[in-house]
Structures are given as structure tokens and as C-alpha cells.
């Protein structure tokens, strides 16, 4: 049975004392930030600070913002002094994730980190900025090497030197869990995450964070009749497929404030309609929309958010097989709409779609859902921005707005319901896709929306930047876990029935029936 690592590796400490040498001294490496544009008052607090001021202004008339160098103590400690990067969230939390790569170099274990010149909310900003990356460097995905390897970070610690007021984490370390969580599931083998394994590793999560954890198996699917996510599941060898529900409820109410959804499909061959080679080589990733629910979860709970939150995890393979469900089968989902297949590599809409319309029953005030679901939202937005789609269209600038502050940046897409004649079927209630697949990431929600009711808000989260090669943002590995940081940005701290509110600003009631 695969084990849990630590998915917050780093113990943080805060000194709101002036950094002494003899702290200096005790770190392998120190991260000292300055402004932009460094006046030379800006270096006379620091340690070395005229060696360390020319140095910068040497890398600067080249064009670098960042620059190497050592300090005379007995430890010879290293100094990476970098400038602030002042643009968007994106910039800076790359800058923090490139900082931490010069930082790193020499694989120290105790890192400090000390500002100088930054007011008190720029200070704030990027320390948290430095954390984040930080935490997320000396993160582990997992690895099945018998022989010990020479590794990329050995870091134990991160000592903030000299901050008053002490800078509030409690968040940046919260989406820290939910990230590396949902990277560490996702880059599993799919030999070792299976339903079954999967299953264990939630419910042991679920005893570790006391929520409340059911797992609907195949069986009862049928009676709740979920055609549509049995379909897909139906070409699997083992009968372990099914929705995991995770519940938390701090306040012992029954309904739930918030339902996150994720996409588990632990590997996609494609189905009947298989997949080549090369576009099914990493198709174990398929499941990072379940990783981030999950990990967005867990995340919510550190922060012991007041609300109940759900999360359900849609969880199957697609594989090539004889039973496997194929074109034009027409199969009905759990609340009662009939789907005409017509791809079986569109599989990820059909596990959402039962997801979704079972999830909708208990009426949570907002839904959102996440899944590695279109080729072509990552034709659209590259691998870099996600693609997001609301039925509240109110919506869109909540979703940009809160895209742009976390750095993990979204960008909305059309939900005119006039696309649906697209997916008009001669014999079931709606074709599960287009043909041609021509903007099949907004025939997709489409054709999700159908399973969501209309008097529920729900925001949709195609994760096209769940990978991208050399890492995004503050994440330095292809897995991003995508989507974590996004919605805690878009939450805040309000209610989730507050941001339902704010999604439908046509006066529409949140959570109550309306046409
Ligand atoms: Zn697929």
C-alpha cells in the first residue's frame, strides 16, 4: 500500500527581529529581496549590503535582476539577491519560482529570507510569493528508484528574517498541501493509482482531516442510474470503478455549501476509438481534475473554512476492451437525459455528467468542476491559461479577475445556448460531440450544462494548464496542479452562497428554483 508523503515539506519559522550574524550564520543560504529599483539606503540595513549593492548594479547594466554571491562567515553562506518583480501575479510568482531554482543550486537545507526596502503589504506579497515557491521546489512527486539519486532540493526549512508584523501563510500554506497533493496523485503510475488504491488513499485522507467519505460503487450506480458514467466504465477489467464523495462539515449541517467535481479518469486509452501512441503516452494524468477537488478540499479544510464543502471524484479508466461502450450507443445518465455517443475518447463529459446531475441533488449553493477535458481548449489558450465557463455569464469577470490575482490565470469562454444545436441527435436528447470537434471545449460545457439545473451557480474549469513543460507560475515540475490556488482566490474568504450571489448579478436567486 502506497504512503502519504509530507505535502507541506517545509517547516516555515518568522524572526520579527533584525537578522543578527549569528542567525545568518546558521543558514545554508539566504534569499535577500530588494524593490525594483533599488535606491542605495535600501542595502545599508542589509548584511554586506555595499559588496551586495554593487554586485546588483553589475547585473543590472546587463539586464539581470538577480545576481550570486557569499557571505564572509564561518558558513560562507549563500546569497541569492534578486530585485522584485512588480507585474502581475504570474510574473512575480514566476520570478519566485526562477529565484528558487539560483537559490537551490547548491541544495542547501536551511534557507532564510530577508527583504529590504519593500513597504509592509509588498513585503507580504512576496515573501508569500517565495513560500509558495518554496514549498513547492522542495516537493517531491513520486519516485520508484531503488537507488538513492542525487536530488533537485534537499530543503528542510525557510527562516523569515526580520518581518514586522509577522506575514499571515495560513493560505499560501493551505494551497501548498492542495497543490502538491494534487500533483503527487496525478504523476502516479497508473498501475499504482487505481479505483481501488485511490479509494484507500482517500479514506485514510478523509480519517486524517475527519471528513466523511462514501465511495459509490458500480452497483449502486445503476440504481441511481448513471448510464452515462457506467458507459465509460463498463470496458474496464476490474469492477472498481465509482464516484468517491469526501464531506466536510464544520458545522454538522447536511447540505453542502460548495461541490467540487473532478474528472478521475485514471488512464484514457481512448476507448473503442483509441487513442496513438504518443497522445496516450502520459494519459495517466487524465485524472488531475479529481487530484485538484481533492486537493482544493483538503486545502478549504486547513483553512477551516466555516462552510460545508463536498467533493466528488468520478473515477474510471477508458480502456480499448470488447465490453467497452462504442459510437452510437445511447445511453441515459442519472437525471434522465439520453446521450447519443460519438466518440468514446469524449469520455471525460460523460463521467462529469453523472457526476454532476447526482452531485446537483442535494442542492449545494455553487458548483464548481475541474477536468482535463478538451484537446481543443489547449489548441485555444495553449497550456498556459485554463479555459473556465460559467451558466452565470455574470460571472466571467469574478473568474478573470480571480484567475489573475492567484497567478494560475482562466480565461472564459462563450455558453450561448445556441450551440446546442450542435449537439442535436436524430435519436437522444443531445450527442455527446460534434464530428469535426471544432470548439469542442465549448460544445463540451454545452453539453455538461444540461446536467447541472439551471438554479444552481456552476463554474466549469477545462485544465489545459494542468501540464506545461519546465513547470508554471511558482510550480517547477510539468504537473501543475492547476486550480488549487484559482479557487481559493475566487472563494476569498466570503460564503459560497455570497460569490453565488455575486455570479448572478440579473438578480437570479442562488440555490432556489427559477425557470
Ligand atoms: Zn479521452
Known amino acids: 500500500m502506497i504512503e502519504f508523503p509530507e505535502f507541506r515539506p517545509l517547516k516555515i519559522s518568522q524572526s520579527t527581529r533584525a537578522a543578527t550574524d549569528t542567525q545568518l550564520a546558521s543558514l545554508d543560504h539566504v534569499v535577500i529581496v530588494v524593490p525594483k529599483d533599488p535606491p542605495a539606503s535600501a542595502f545599508m540595513s542589509l548584511p554586506q549590503g555595499k559588496q551586495l549593492h554593487k554586485l546588483l548594479e553589475r547585473v543590472r547594466t546587463q539586464g539581470g535582476n538577480r545576481a550570486m554571491s557569499r557571505l564572509t562567515n564561518v558558513r560562507a553562506t549563500g546569497v541569492t539577491i534578486a530585485m522584485l518583480d512588480t507585474g502581475s501575479a504570474f510574473g512575480a510568482l514566476t520570478w519566485a519560482r526562477e529565484v528558487l531554482v539560483d537559490a537551490l543550486r547548491d541544495r542547501p537545507r536551511k534557507l532564510g529570507v530577508l527583504t529590504a526596502g519593500l513597504d509592509e503589504p509588498a513585503r507580504a506579497r512576496t515573501v508569500g510569493h517565495i513560500v509558495a515557491a518554496a514549498e ?114 464544520p458545522r454538522g449541517s447536511q447540505k453542502p455549501d460548495l461541490t467540487l467535481i473532478g474528472k478521475g479518469v485514471l488512464f484514457d486509452t481512448g476507448g473503442t476509438n483509441l487513442k496513438p501512441f504518443k497522445g496516450m503516452l502520459d494519459m495517466h494524468t487524465d485524472m488531475q481534475g479529481s487530484a485538484v477537488a481533492l486537493g482544493t478540499l483538503i486545502a478549504l479544510v486547513e483553512m477551516k473554512v466555516p462552510y460545508a464543502v463536498d467533493a466528488w471524484l468520478a473515477l474510471t479508466e477508458n480502456r480499448m476492451s470488447a465490453t467497452g461502450y462504442k459510437s452510437q450507443d445511447v445511453v441515459t445518465a442519472a437525471n434522465g437525459t439520453s446521450i447519443q455517443v460519438i466518440h468514446t475518447d469524449a469520455e471525460g463529459r460523460m463521467v462529469l455528467a453523472d457526476a454532476l446531475a447526482l452531485a446537483a441533488r442535494d442542492e449545494p449553493r455553487l458548483i464548481i468542476d475541474y477536468a482535463t477535458l478538451t484537446g481543443t481548449c489547449v489548441s485555444a489558450l495553449t497550456q498556459r491559461y485554463s479555459g473556465v465557463f460559467t451558466n452565470r455569464q455574470g460571472a466571467n469577470q469574478l473568474l478573470l479577475d480571480a484567475g489573475a490575482a492567484s497567478g494560475e490565470r482562466v480565461w472564459p469562454f462563450p455558453m450561448d445556448e445556441d450551440f446546442d444545436q450542435l449537439l442535436r441527435s436524430d435519436v437522444a436528447d443531445v450527442r455527446q460531440c460534434t464530428v469535426d470537434s471544432h470548439g469542442d471545449h465549448v460544445l463540451a460545457a454545452r453539453f455538461l450544462s444540461r446536467f447541472v439545473p439551471k438554479s444552481i451557480p456552476w463554474v466549469h474549469v477545462d485544465l489545459s494548464a494542468g501540464e506545461h513543460k519546465g513547470g508554471l507560475a511558482h510550480i517547477p515540475t510539468d504537473i501543475t496542479g492547476f486550480g488549487v490556488r484559482f479557487t481559493l482566490e475566487l472563494l476569498g474568504s466570503q460564503e459560497p452562497a455570497e460569490l453565488a450571489a455575486r455570479m448572478a448579478p440579473d438578480g437570479a436567486t442562488p440555490g432556489k428554483a427559477s425557470p
Not at 496523485?185 to 493509482?193: D, H, S, V, Y
Not at 488504491?197 to 449502486?220: P, V
Open 136 to 249: 513547492a521546489a522542495a516537493f517531491k512527486l513520486p519516485s520508484f528508484k531503488t537507488e538513492d539519486y542525487p536530488r533537485q532540493a534537499e530543503l528542510e526549512s525557510v527562516a523569515l528574517l526580520d518581518v514586522k508584523p509577522r506575514i499571515e501563510l495560513e493560505r499560501i500554506l493551505a494551497e501548498a498541501t492542495g497543490n502538491n497533493l494534487a500533483r503527487w496523485l496525478t504523476a502516479m503510475p497508473p498501475n499504482r493509482l487505481t479505483a481501488g488504491t485511490y479509494r484507500h488513499m482517500a479514506e485514510t485522507l478523509a480519517k486524517r482531516y475527519s471528513l466523511g467519505c462514501k465511495f459509490i460503487g458500480e452497483h449502486e450506480l445503476e440504481k441511481l442510474g448513471a448510464g452515462a458514467f457506467l458507459a465509460v466504465a463498463q470496458g474496464n477489467a476490474k469492477r472498481d470503478a465509482g464516484m468517491l464523495r469526501l464531506c466536510y462539515r
